[in-house]
């Protein structure tokens, strides 16, 4: 959080409960955006392009792509 | 920062705190699915929580029907709207949000605190875990990381 940031700017929260799963315990961390670690968020956004791509080669030229990916 | 354990004691009941370490805030949560939904009906949450976004402290109380529209209108979409009333502030304001299945596991959800909007898009890597990304008041972004066990 930077510096000067209001009290009140720190409040992050969801009204909704998550309903990705089945799980009885459901635990959800928000950390300050700009101190996320660089590594995580490109890990992130690196595998969600990697599925997309592959699902879209798996549509267009599915008996190129080997069924372990 | 800030960090959420809801435990879901009952499919329909669940508890939970909220650990704000900033500001030293421990707040509980609950919700409690009042109406389940089917088909042809909405389901009825009642809840508490901390206040909306924006109050510096304070607790929630909310009552919002939901219901999952794709059945009737073909699109992946799922409103929800209701009342919340707010400790800090003393008044109750209307809320509601669109929750919206897209494409390679994401869903986005849209919501209306009754003051601001904040769009978010979350990604389920599977049943355990999920990213989320989030634009507090469309302006400010925020990232949300999901454990399930």
Redesign the interface.
Known sequence: ?RKGA?????????????R??????????????VR?PIAF?AG?VY??GR??LI?ERRVRFPYLVPKSL | MRATLIYRWHPRFHVGIEYNPKVGEVHPLITFIAVTETENRPAVIIGLSSDRIGTPEGTSVYATVSKDLQHWTGLPIAPYGGLMWGSYEKKVRAIGGLNIRLPYRMTSLIQFDGVKVHPSLTYTFNDTHALTFLMIRGTRPGVTYTFSF
Do not use: G, H, Y
């Open positions: 959080m209001k009290k009140e700017d720190r409040r992050i929260f969801f009204r909704v409960v998550s990705i799963s089945r799980a009885n315990w459901v635990l959800q961390i928000s950390p300050d955006f996320i968020f992130f595998r969600l599925e997309i699902l």
